[in-house]
C-alpha cells in the first residue's frame, strides 16, 4: 500500500553536515504526520523530530538548534537537515508516516521505512 524509502545517510566528521530524505509512494489519500527516528546500538529507538501536514514541528531536547525538519507535500517527501553533528549522533536513522491510505479501505496508519546509516566519527 505505501512504502517509505530513506536516503542520505552516510559517514560525516564531527562538526558536519548531512541531509536525509524520505520519499513516500503508493496508494496515499493524506500524510498527517511524518517523523524521524534514530537507534544507537544497545539504545532504545528515540524520536529525533516530526512534522505534521501543517507544519508544526518538535523536536528533541538532543538535537534543538542543530536538526531541521521540513517537508515537501507535493512530493510526499520528508527532510530533516542535520548540522553541527556529534559523535553521539551515529544511528541508524528511520522515517515513519502516518498516513490516510485509499486501499483496502480509507484509514490511517503507520509505516516505517527501512532506515539509513548515520555516522559520525573523525
Known amino acids: 500500500q505505501v512504502q517509505l524509502v530513506e536516503s542520505g545517510g552516510g559517514l560525516v566528521q564531527p562538526g558536519g553536515s548531512l541531509r536525509l530524505s524520505c520519499a513516500a509512494s503508493g496508494s496515499i489519500f493524506r500524510i498527517n504526520v511524518m517523523a524521524w527516528y534514530r537507534q544507537a546500538p544497545g539504545k532504545q529507538r528515540e524520536l529525533v523530530a516530526s512534522?505534521?501536514?501543517?507544519?508544526?514541528?518538535n523536536y528533541a531536547d538532543s538535537v534543538k538548534g542543530r536538526f531541521t525538519i521540513s517537508r515537501d507535500n507535493a512530493k510526499n517527501t520528508v527532510y530533516l537537515q542535520m548540522n553541527s553533528l556529534k559523535p553521539e549522533d551515529t544511528a541508524v536513522y528511520y522515517c515513519k508516516g502516518t498516513i490516510v491510505v485509499v486501499t483496502p479501505e480509507l484509514y490511517e496508519h503507520d509505516y516505517w521505512g527501512q532506515g539509513t546509516q548515520v555516522t559520525v566519527s573523525s
Open positions: 512534522i505534521t501536514r501543517g507544519g508544526s514541528t
